[in-house]
């Protein structure tokens, strides 16, 4: 029996109608983009539902949307005909299949790009989406009855999900004539991933979600934060998933830079961004960016599981952006899905990069540089470095530091200027992906270990309208934290407190660098200079050191000086003022680091500690602390060198006792010129004072032939002792006193001649008991070094030799470290043979 279908009230679609949607297979063939083969995909055995494929958009030169349907039909069951009042039909795409609803606008679906360029310079969106008309069909027989309805079209779904077509006969969606209206008895099953679009719902909207990264400069320390997740438990808020057999991400090639830029880092033209789309072909090209050894670039992302994206290569410091590409279960060999058994063969799915048509957002990686007040600007210009080229790789504990984030390419940052920093401690959860609720960026106020130039900085200052960085220079922060601390940097692209996310992690420096002089207190032409301070009870000075980087990674590497700053000494290993009663020891005794260091760097922790109880002994130096260090100029300006000898540099110590001394530094400095909080003093470093123990008393009897010993630290056979009378001073006549004449040396003597009295500049040389040369000397064949103590090899049997609270020495160019010449070894392997060696290797000697 024959039906004609005719809208009237109550009409409902034949049971057996069928949808069918088509698309054009595009390949290249000789350097040309042609069409080989029609693709369609219809229900089928009056199943109500058909699957097709969500997709993105690529260039027009690289063949547009990969899957764009030109083509749709519905079409009656044979003997059923549609009714000449079908002659305007009009369809939509919405979310709900409730015929009622079906006038209303605010249930449509956005669609995806159809092409970039629609022939004018505007980007052509596709058909039936929220921005374009409900899309018409005509009938093949507009003057009689006809079984099938046709659009030609341009449909490119955009989201994954199942989807509806709400149907009009007339032309028109109106909810006083709505019974006309209908819903396709068969439903789309697009495969492909749904997002919220949280820049606003638009026809191509899921192409511009972002997904926030971050990496740490040349890797220090990064970690797989890069996580994209569409699973029904712990998906990213809004996102989704409907899957076929295959469902993995990959991503594009790297943007290119944003160029040109303006002076101003404006984007000079519509013409300066460079993105990258899915699908182009080939694998891209980040091998040299991720390290993608172990993980691929083929991730599985299904309802079950997130995809993590490779940890950025160590030898990689720019920051950078690409695009997330999905494979909806796609074989583009065969231009069909795997969904189920339906298509294609589930193996060919998303087995190449081609396959992964729909993108799903850009992944922005951001980074962070240290930079300084000299260095923080410039303009980036094609092919050259910006003015951080070099950034510091941590920075030194309470001094300023200028911060620049790295804006990604292809839109990282916004120019209007909305954009805030903030540092937050350390914490286990910090590197959770940036999208995760709650996360520390989004919640966490800034530490008072956070120190800005006035309080009302603290998250409220922007980094500047510039797209290529953001940099806070106006007022420089500090970190009062001890060495080989960290705190996270939190960036927001706009001036809301919840849109935090991680770019990076500022670190303290590994160790603080001394310096063997200052400029203003040596001069070659001099005959009498001061340098750092080397031996006991002789003026001299005390000099720090800072600005270091380089391309190899040090313990040093630091930002420079740009403020005040106080030092004092404590005796470590020579005072006995730790502990009580009976059991007072020395600083290292008392520590227990004369057996052995803590395992888990917790000798720094103790030492801050005891640096914190404010302990000024000018026992030990005078003045203690030492004259303040102050820079020269604007409190902002940079100083590699930092020497603590009051405002005009003419202010010298003396240490009074030989022995090794530790350093304890505090840069919070308050108006009146002092480090007025003990918890501020953070423990710097040691340095060795060289002389003898003192305080001994030598009884002889008169007329034998005697002899000295003197026992202290760094003493040498080059070292000399001059007698003196015991009224006089061995300061005076600066420091080359009168000796006295009234006994003899060279005895006893074979010959007789030798064995003469003295004069009154007689040297009396000294003998090394110990060491190369001596007779006494042993061999260290091999060194282990681990955590809280060292393994030394000795060639022969060391028992007879040492006594206990002995200190071994070892010459520093007797050592080989990876069986390297010294000139080949590394910043940080020439740190460890330094403190093998006992010595303090100065900074500022280094060529």
């Not at 749709?72 to 409730?98: C, E, N, W």
């Not at 700053?565 to 009580?580: E, K, N, P």
Request: net charge negative; glycine share 8%; aromatic share 10%.
């Amino acid at each position: 029996r024959l039906e004609v279908i005719a809208p009237i009230a109550g009409w409902d679609w034949p049971t057996g109608t069928e949808l069918e949607l088509s698309y054009q297979q595009i390949a290249t063939v000789n350097g040309q983009l042609v069409p080989i083969a029609n693709v369609s995909t219809k229900n089928v055995d009056q199943e109500t539902q058909v699957v097709v494929l969500a997709s993105g958009c690529r260039e027009d030169a690289d063949g547009g949307a990969p899957v764009r349907y030109d083509r749709m039909y519905i079409r009656l069951p044979p003997g059923d005909s549609f009714s000449s009042l079908h002659g305007q039909a009009q369809v939509k795409l919405v979310s709900t299949d409730d015929r009622q609803l079906c006038y209303k606008d605010d249930d449509r679906v956005p669609v995806g790009i159809a092409a970039r360029d629609d022939g004018s310079g505007n980007t052509l969106k596709g058909d039936l989406g929220v921005s374009t008309v409900p899309l018409s069909m005509s009938r093949s027989d507009p003057s009689g009855d006809d079984d099938e309805l046709m659009a030609v079209s341009k449909i490119v779904f955009m989201w994954g999900g199942l989807y509806y077509l709400c149907y009009t006969p007339d032309g028109e969606f109106d909810a006083g004539t709505n019974y006309k209206e209908n819903v396709v008895s068969v439903s789309l099953k697009v495969l492909g991933v749904k997002s919220p679009c949280s820049f606003g719902v638009a026809d191509g909207c899921i192409e511009r979600e972002r997904w926030e990264c971050f990496f740490s400069y040349e890797a220090d320390g990064s970690v797989r934060n890069c996580e994209l997740n569409f699973m029904d438990d712990g998906a990213r808020p809004g996102w989704s998933v409907t899957a076929g057999d295959q469902s993995k991400i990959t991503w594009s090639d790297t943007f290119g830079a944003d160029h040109p830029i303006d002076i101003y880092g404006q984007l000079a033209s519509s013409d300066s961004l460079h993105p990258k789309y899915c699908a182009v072909g080939g694998a891209p090209n980040t091998e040299e960016v991720f390290n993608q050894d172990t993980v691929g670039d083929m991730i599985v992302a299904d309802r079950l599981l997130a995809a993590t994206l490779p940890a950025v290569r160590a030898n990689h410091s720019t920051a950078f952006a690409i695009a997330a590409c999905y494979c909806p279960s796609y074989d583009t060999v065969d231009a069909k899905f795997c969904d189920s058994g339906v298509g294609s063969q589930s193996e060919a799915c998303c087995d190449q990069h081609e396959d992964y048509i729909q993108m799903v957002g850009v992944i922005y990686f951001w980074t962070i540089r240290i930079c300084d007040m000299n260095n923080y600007d410039g303009v980036r210009t094609s092919g050259s470095e910006d003015g951080c080229a070099t950034p510091y790789r941590r920075v030194l504990p309470q001094q300023r530091f200028v911060l620049r984030v790295e804006c990604p390419p292809g839109g990282g940052c916004e120019s209007s200027g909305n954009n805030l920093i903030k540092y937050i401690d350390v914490g286990e959860n910090n590197d959770l992906p940036s999208w995760k609720a709650n996360h520390p960026c989004m919640m966490l106020p800034e530490p008072e270990s956070v120190v800005w130039p006035t309080e009302s900085a603290s998250e409220t200052l922007s980094g500047g309208t510039r797209v290529d960085y953001k940099v806070w220079w106006e007022q420089p922060v500090k970190i009062n934290k001890s060495v080989k601390q960290r705190v996270d940097v939190c960036f927001s692209n706009s001036n809301s407190p919840t849109s935090f996310f991680k770019v990076g992690t500022v670190k303290t420096a590994d160790a603080f660098a001394f310096a063997s002089k200052h400029e203003s207190h040596w001069d070659p032409g001099n005959t009498f200079n001061r340098t750092t301070v080397k031996y006991a009870n002789f003026e001299g000075s005390f000099t720090m050191y800072a600005g270091i980087s380089g391309p190899d990674p040090s313990p040093y590497d630091s930002n420079p000086f740009s403020g005040k700053a106080a030092v004092y000494f404590m005796s470590y290993d020579r005072q006995i003022s730790w502990g009580t009663g009976s059991s007072m020891t020395t600083l290292e005794k008392h520590l227990g680091f004369d057996r052995a260091m803590p395992s888990d760097g917790g000798a720094q922790t103790q030492l801050d500690s005891e640096c914190q109880r404010a302990r000024y002994d000018s026992a030990v130096v005078e003045p203690n602390p030492l004259p303040l260090a102050e820079v020269a100029g604007a409190e902002n300006t940079n100083h590699q060198f930092q020497t603590f000898s009051g405002t005009g540099q003419n202010q010298f110590i003396k240490v009074k006792i030989a022995g090794v001394v530790a350093v304890c530094y505090c840069a919070i400095i308050s108006d009146s010129g002092m480090c007025e909080i003990p918890s501020d003093w953070i423990y710097a470093g040691r340095i060795t004072i060289q002389g003898p123990r003192g305080g001994k008393q030598w009884i002889f009897d008169i007329e034998v032939v005697v002899k000295l010993a003197v026992t202290g630290w760094g003493l040498s056979s080059d070292d000399r002792l001059r007698i003196i009378a015991n009224s006089g001073d061995c300061e005076n006549n600066n420091g080359n006193p009168v000796g006295d004449a009234s006994f003899k040396t060279g005895c006893p003597s074979m010959t007789g001649s030798d064995c003469s009295y003295a004069e009154t500049d007689t040297d009396t040389p000294l003998t090394a008991l110990s060491g190369p040369g001596t007779g006494q000397s042993n061999t260290i064949t091999s060194i282990q070094i681990f955590n809280d103590y060292s393994h030394l090899q000795f060639a022969d049997n060391i028992i007879s030799m040492l006594d206990p609270d002995d200190v071994i020495t070892i010459e520093y160019d007797s050592i080989m470290i990876n069986g390297k010449d010294k000139d080949d070894e590394l910043p940080t392997e020439k740190y460890d043979v330094y403190r093998l060696s006992g010595e303090y290797h100065f900074q500022d000697t280094i060529a």
